[in-house]
């Protein structure tokens, strides 16, 4: 197993198992400055290694799945990019992972007056919960004759509405490729 997959496995599970409050999306990409980012014109899909490790997690985020490579493919055909079946310039592959996040606040509602006046004012406390998924998306671009990572995106955000989970899925995709190819320094 090469380093920089058990360094992706320790982050995604971090990020699975850990306590994480993100309220808006975010978006980090690195890349290699070393490849040749406008000799990339064909790309193929592969299926992380992290799914194949787990397959049980292919199954749980197979909606998800389906979303980001129609994303993906969306994007990447914007950008000139052809997706094949054999040859290809790079290989595209991700994974992705979700925790349910359940927060409870507990507000104290004071008032004055009523029955008691000055004298004992009633207080109330009010409990309402949050619950949402926060989610994290890494998409890599690996060169395929030396399997070496040329690109990497880390999507993370919160989903509040299950119902419109497919826009936070594409809006993350397409602030990930805003940055494919990526700005070299000349």
């Known amino acids: 197993m090469s380093s920089g ?23 980090k990409v690195e890349f290699d400055p070393s490849v040749d980012f406008a000799r990339i014109h064909r790309y193929e899909w592969r299926t992380h290694p992290l799914f194949d490790k787990y397959p049980e997690l ?5 909606v998800a799945i389906q979303l980001v ?10 950008k000139g990019a052809l997706r094949v079946d054999s040859s290809p310039d790079v290989y595209l592959t991700f994974f992705v992972g ?13 008032t004055w007056g ?7 004012p009633p207080i109330w406390t009010v409990t ?3 619950q949402y998924i926060d989610g994290i998306l890494v998409m890599d671009m690996v060169d395929p004759r030396t399997s070496q ?4 995106a880390y999507c993370w955000d919160s989903i509040r509405d299950m119902q419109n989970r497919h ?9 990930a490729f805003n940055h494919f190819p990526p700005k070299q320094k000349q």
């Open 128 to 130: 309402t919960t949050e």
């Open 5 to 27: 997959f058990r360094v992706l496995t320790a982050c995604v599970l971090g990020f699975i198992l850990s306590p994480l409050a993100i309220r808006a999306q975010k978006v």
């Open 149 to 152: 990572l040329a690109w990497r």
């Open 69 to 78: 490579m129609g994303a993906a493919n969306q994007q990447l055909t914007k």
């Open 58 to 62: 292919k199954e749980q985020y197979s």
């Open 167 to 175: 826009k936070n899925i594409e809006s993350a995709v397409r602030k």
């Open 98 to 110: 979700s925790k349910e996040i359940q927060k409870m606040r507990t507000e104290v509602v004071d």
């Open 114 to 120: 009523g029955w008691y006046g000055w004298y004992a």
